[in-house]
């Protein structure tokens, strides 16, 4: 559910399970989207997740883009895989 997202502080974004809200805050050009790629791959398929996370490796924020390969970590922990 969207409106449990706050991307200013980044509280809930480790439960975030619909990749239309990480492609929208995307869009918006949120600051917390490593984070947000985190809880995808917790929450979400590898086929959902892992565009999203390969979208997050290059930003700007070089601690977000931290958090998008422990992303990668987290999927290929959970799948096995990186991609589906």
Avoid: K
């Avoid at 892992?50 to 930003?59: D, E, G, K, N």
């Avoid at 977000?64 to 922990?77: H, I, L, S, Y």
Wanted: hydrophobic content about 45%; some cysteine.
């Amino acid at each position: 559910m969207a409106s449990e997202w706050n991307w200013e502080s980044d509280e809930g974004l480790l439960r975030i399970d619909d990749p239309a809200d990480w492609g929208a805050a995307y869009e918006r050009g949120e600051s917390r989207l490593g984070t947000a790629a985190i809880g995808l791959a917790f929450n979400c398929t590898l086929a959902e997740a892992s565009p999203r996370i390969v979208r997050a490796m290059p930003l700007a924020d070089r601690h977000q883009r931290g958090f998008a390969f422990t992303a990668a970590g987290v999927a290929a922990r959970l799948n096995g895989a990186l991609t589906p």
